[in-house]
Structures are given as C-alpha cells and as structure tokens.
C-alpha cells in the first residue's frame, strides 16, 4: 500500500504511452509534477486520498503531450492577430480579404498577413504591389507567402523604408523588378528583412498580449512543448527570449521551450544564451542556420537545374565552406545543431557538414537535425542513419503546395523522392512538427497527412509508399521531438518518473475512420501535473 497520494489520477480504456504500438487500458498517478505510477485501475487506486482529483474518460485517448518540433513562436503568435489567406483563390479575393482585415483594424501601423500561395490562384501568377495600392495606399502591408520565404508588399511599405529601383539587394534577397526595372512588390528571402525590421517592431505589451494569446492556443491544442528555431534576419527583431524568461520566471509558462538561436560563427555568444536559458521549461537546446530557401520560389539549393527554369539551381544563404567551419566549432562546444534544408543540394551539404564535424572532434551523442527534407538524392538517405541524424519533417507541407506547381519546378523524376517519410522512418530518428506560422498549429493535421499522404487535390494520394502507421506518427510527435532535444529521459512518453505532460483526446484515434482524425479535439491539457486547458471548463 502506498503511503503517498496522488494529486491526480487519470484514467481510460484506451491510454497510449508510446511504448507500444496500440493503447490500452490503464490508470496514471501523478505527484507533484511526475508521473508516479501507471497501472490498472485496481493497482492505482492505493494512490487515491481525500484530496485527490480522479479524471475518467472512458473510450478518448489518454497520450503523452504532443511536442512540436520545429516553429517560431513571436512570428506565429503575430499571425494570429492577422489576416490568413490561405483560402483565397485568386489576386482579387486576397486583396479583398486584406481590405477587411485592415478596416477591422484601423489603429494598426502595419497591416500584416500570412499564407497566401498564388499557386491555387486562377491565374497561377505573382501578385502585383498595384493591386493592394487601389486599397491600401496608405497604410504600409506585409503579406507573407505561404512557405515564408518571400513576401508582397505594397508601395507604401517600400517608400516607409525606402526601397526602389535603385536599391541593392541584399546578399541571398532579391528585390524583385519587372522587365522595366519597377519594383513589383515581391521580395525574396533576406530582402524581407529590409520591410519586417519596421513592421515587427512591437511595444512590450503587444508581444506580451500575442505572446499570451499562443499559449492559449498551444493548450487548447494539446501541445506541451516546443522547440522554437531561429527565423531568419527578418525575424530576428520580433524574437524576445527575455520575454519568455519573464514568463517562465512568474511560473506563468504553459508550455515548454527549447530555444534554437541562429549558428553564425559566434560561439561566446551562443554560449552566454546557453547558460542564461537552462530551466526546466525554458532552455537552450542547440544552434539552427538556413541553408537554403523554398522549392516555390525557386530559391531551394538543387543538385541538378530546376526543371522549369534550365538557368536556376538555387543557392545557398551562406557560402557552405563558412557553414561547416560554424558546425565544427559549435559541435566542439557540444551543440547540438539544425539546418533548414530543402533541396537536394542543401540536404547533401548539411550531412556533408555534420560528417565533417564527426572527423574533426570525433563522434559523440549529437543530435544533429535537417529540417524538412522535401528533395533528397537516393544517395543521401542512408546517411542520416549512418552520421544519426534526425529527419525533422511537416508532413501537411506535402499538401500545402499546390502539387502541380511544386512539380513542375523539380520534374517527374525527383517528385519520385519528395517527402519521403517512411523511407527516411526506416533509417532512423523521425520527428514532426508545423513549421507555425507557415502551417496551423494543429499536430492532428500533420499526423493525418502523415498517414494518408493525401495531397492538395484533397483526392490523389502522393507516392503512397511513404505512407507511416498512426503509432509511428503519434511517436514522431512525442518520442522522436524529446529525443530531438536530449529530453527523452523525461519527456515523450507516459512512464513512471516521467514529467506529466499529457493531453487527453475526445475520441480514440485508433478506432476511427481516418477522416475523424482532422475533427479531433482536446478535452484535457496538462503540463508538470498542472491542467492548463480542460474543455469542460474553458
């Protein structure tokens, strides 16, 4: 008989701990912030005492807290006061939408949106500044694409930060300009930089309110932790790790965040945030660098030419000999560290990097990570396995592209590789996450996505044969991120002396038409033993 009583105890016919590949019956006894005991009902009533908070839930999914393991957090809770425009269908509509948006809010500087993809537009062409000018002349907008890798804009935004025809873009940016040398209103990659250095500029009390409003959010969608990784220039004014700290030090943090700033060659530095953000829900976890941009904009690092433009492989964001003298040194220091790469280019040359790593400061437990891995070459796949990298993937990105576009840019014969999952599953650690703002929040969509592979046809399924099963996918959304961050030991699955992340869902997933899984929802939140969203209430 325990002498100890649980301060919770939650209970259901079908818990999936992670350990397994199917749920099962089972009762979980939480003390404090851990998990004491996980047994049959039976074996955990000795934990029951007068104060103890017993949760039963029959049939819906008891499972460890899902773990995103790759979005930025200030630029996702900024898209949340602002206008999506993933829905519109052509130039006109998105302007439409814009226009609301803007009356609705007539006290903000800036009007800012997200998501919009001209390749689901009628006309399948770039948006003009002109058409948001007949709307908005003045008042500066910011639009960002759907992938995030350039933006539209209209011309009072470039003349606030006086951009025309004779500015020079920045390195990897392009200002783009018609066969007349006008500015179009589109900027690419680091020329975004040049507009969001003003149009993030927000007072404390706005980052505090959006800041407030995601983890509202991230609780309501049964998310627990994050790993939040460096964004780019143009990101890099809206970022406020002392922000975060603040929360976390007034024990008003909801869920847990691993820190990824930017590998730039400044080690000191890195070093100094390592130390400074080392809490148990708020601590640095390693080092992210962009290698390349998006296969959509053509800015994606390619091996061979892109299929619909012969003159175009993309480049990279820093000259790659730069890059893999910023992996070694940081790898020395223990980092752990992650590169965006997309193209099959970018791919090779970040394993290229990290085995460079392990030959100069010899192997150890790193936990180094390419994020997304849209294009890879066969010849690259069975090295993440041999160098332990981890495939840090988004699965509804297959979908989000509109796949006609997406095709044509890398041909039929590369399509072949894209977004491979399940093979890249097989040679080893696999982990999920969003990618918010570029995509919801929502894990259900990316584990759906994971295993239908349904794409934005919303009917064909593409290259099925990288389709995973829901246990692999519910894994690589709770094992394979704590992993990622070196936290396996005590997060990631439901076990004795594990911390008590756990979210409970209103259905089990394992006995429900596939479809049911994108109208799944939270019934239950809990982080470090505390409930921080339970439907019953909210």
Sequence with gaps: ?????????????????????????????????????????????????????????????????????????????????????????????????????????????????????????????????????????????????????????????????????????????????DENGELTGILYEKAMSLVTKEAYHLSKQKKTAIFENFLRHASSLGVTSINDLYGTESMEVLDDYQLFKEFDDNDKLTVRIHLWPALNGDIERAKQLRERYASEKLIVSGLKQFIDGVITARTAYLLEPYADEPQAAGDTSHPPETMKEWVIKADKEGFDIRFHAIGDGAIRLALDSFENAQKENGVRDSRHSIEHVEVIHPDDISRFKQLGVIASMQPNHLAMSERSVYTSRIGKEREKLAFVINTLKESDAISFGTDFPIDGLNPLIQIYRAITRIDSSGVSVWNPEEKITLSNALKAYTNGPAYSTNREHELGTLEAGKLADIVVLDRNLFDVPTDEILDTKVKLTMINGDIVYNSDIT
Excluded: C
């Excluded at 002109?130 to 890798?149: M, Q, T, Y």
């Excluded at 470039?158 to 783009?176: A, K, Q, S, V, Y």
């Design 1 to 177: 008989m325990s002498n100890q009583k649980a301060d919770k105890i939650l209970s259901s016919n079908t818990v999936f701990t992670g350990l397994m590949d199917k749920p099962q019956p089972a009762s979980i006894a939480i003390i404090d912030n851990k998990i004491e005991a996980i047994g049959s009902e039976e074996e955990i009533k000795q934990f029951i005492g007068p104060d103890t908070e017993v949760y039963h839930y029959d049939n819906q999914i008891i499972m460890p807290g899902f773990h995103d393991n790759h979005l930025h957090i200030m630029m996702g809770s900024i898209s949340l006061d602002s206008v999506n425009l993933f829905e519109a269908r052509s130039e006109i509509e998105a302007v439409e939408m814009v226009r609301q948006f803007a009356d609705s809010k007539p006290d903000e500087p800036w009007i800012l949106g997200y998501t919009w993809d001209a390749g689901y537009w009628d006309n399948k062409q770039l948006p003009h500044r002109s058409s948001l000018d007949k709307v908005i002349p003045n008042r500066p907008v910011i639009l960002f694409h759907a992938e995030g890798h350039y933006a539209w804009v209209n011309t009072k935004a470039l003349e606030m930060m006086n951009i025309d025809r004779d500015t020079d873009n920045p390195p990897f940016g392009i200002i783009e300009k």
